[in-house]
């Protein structure tokens, strides 16, 4: 890759000294890749030499790669109108005698109550709000630095009704276009997704403005998605049949389809968590009560063929160990890394359950005892991303 530089622009690239040589541009982008986001923040404010490079988008290619390859756990907390941000190292391979430590990120305040938080999407978060206007707000905003931007209101298309708890959002990205893309869809008191409601707004565009999409099977839906590789699925049920399914939705084509899930799971599937299977979609059922003390074992689905729609299965048994280390309650789930860890989180302290080894270990999270807060969740597989990244 090359880039201009004058003579004025080579000095400022040099360790300090008129007469060593200039540090070539590439070396200078992988040695900056290697930062925390917040630190190139800071290194913006170096020179418009630096702020040209570190704007490139073969930088932020860079940069996103390099933060792939350490993918953190993200922990936020709210309570009175603001949501904090931590960090903690994603363990491997965790031992009974391991410790994580989590490090503050940032603090977002927002103007309303009953704030959500979707899970991480190529190091940005959406988090959506009611505010005092009885309207829901979104905000994109980067974990790492705090920084934030406010999208449009959605202008809702039902007349007649309240929308107040009329609207579920979801952030997706498209990697092979590099851009980010929010889908609000609206539903009626029966949680029935209606057909044409649906609004999709991209990110970094001139001018921001919601455009309308469409669905032409309305279904009951669980709020709770995931999105791999630019697809967002969620799971519903048609609202004619009953019949259960996971709809997709491809923020590139910003096109809805469907996947039938098998029959003998079709009771089971508006229960269990659905998981990015080493990129592949998967879907946890668990026999017995989730996610407790009371569980047993579990399946797990991996969808191969999405032509086929046709789906693995691997039953595996809790470990006799597992009642004595979950102890009494309920866990969250956290998400599920790679092709074998489960992660379970309560209060300060998470559970890591390799499905493999048939292994269950209980780690400590060191620095966020004092939060009682209800509002808390932990989302695996964080990675910094450059977004919304200004001056510090």
């Not at 890749?33 to 930088?59: E, H, T």
């Not at 410790?99 to 977002?108: C, D, E």
């Not at 269950?360 to 991303?385: M, P, T």
């Amino acid at each position: 890759m090359e880039l201009q530089l004058n003579t004025e622009s080579k000095i400022l690239l040099i360790n300090g000294r008129e007469n060593s040589k200039p540090l070539p541009i590439d070396l200078v982008m992988e040695i900056l890749s290697r930062l925390p986001v917040k630190s190139i923040g800071r290194c913006l404010c170096v020179s418009k030499l630096w702020a040209s490079i570190l704007r490139l988008p073969y930088f932020s290619t860079l940069f996103t790669t390099r933060s792939s390859v350490r993918p953190h756990m993200l922990l936020s907390y709210g309570e009175k109108g603001q949501v904090l941000f931590f960090s903690s190292p994603q363990l491997k391979n965790p031992n009974e005698n391991a410790s994580l430590t989590a490090n503050y990120l940032s603090r977002v305040p927002y103007g309303g109550s009953s704030c959500h938080i979707n899970d991480p999407v190529h190091g940005m978060v959406c988090l959506t709000y009611i505010d005092k206007e009885t309207s829901k707000e979104h905000i994109i905003c980067n974990p790492s630095t705090g920084q934030t931007l406010t999208l449009p209101k959605v202008k809702t298309t039902m007349v007649g009704v309240r929308s107040i708890f009329k609207l579920v959002s979801f952030l997706g990205y498209v990697p092979t276009d590099k851009q980010f893309k929010v889908l609000s869809m609206e539903w009626n008191s029966d949680h029935i997704i209606l057909g044409p409601q649906h609004q999709v707004l991209t990110l970094g565009t001139q001018k921001l403005e919601w455009q309308l999409t469409k669905c032409c099977m309305p279904h009951y839906f669980c709020p709770k998605g995931i999105c791999i590789n630019g697809v967002l699925y969620y799971r519903a049920l048609d609202a004619y049949t009953g019949i259960s399914m996971i709809v997709c939705f491809d923020f590139k084509s910003e096109e809805f389809s469907y996947i039938e899930v098998v029959k003998t799971f079709t009771t089971f599937v508006l229960d269990g968590p659905l998981i990015n299977y080493n990129g592949k979609l998967g879907l946890l059922i668990f026999e017995g009560y989730p996610w407790g003390d009371r569980a047993r074992s579990f399946e797990l689905l991996v969808i191969g063929d999405f032509e086929k729609q046709e789906w693995s299965t691997h039953k595996y048994m809790l470990p006799p160990t597992w009642k004595n280390v979950v102890g009494e309650g309920m866990f969250c789930f956290a998400g599920f890394f790679g092709t074998n860890t489960i992660v379970l989180s309560r209060r300060s302290y998470v559970i890591y359950y390799n499905i493999d080894k048939n292994t269950i270990v209980k780690v400590g999270i060191q620095g966020v005892e004092a939060f009682k807060c209800f509002d808390r969740s932990i989302f695996l597989d964080h990675v910094e991303g450059l977004m919304l990244v200004q001056e510090f």
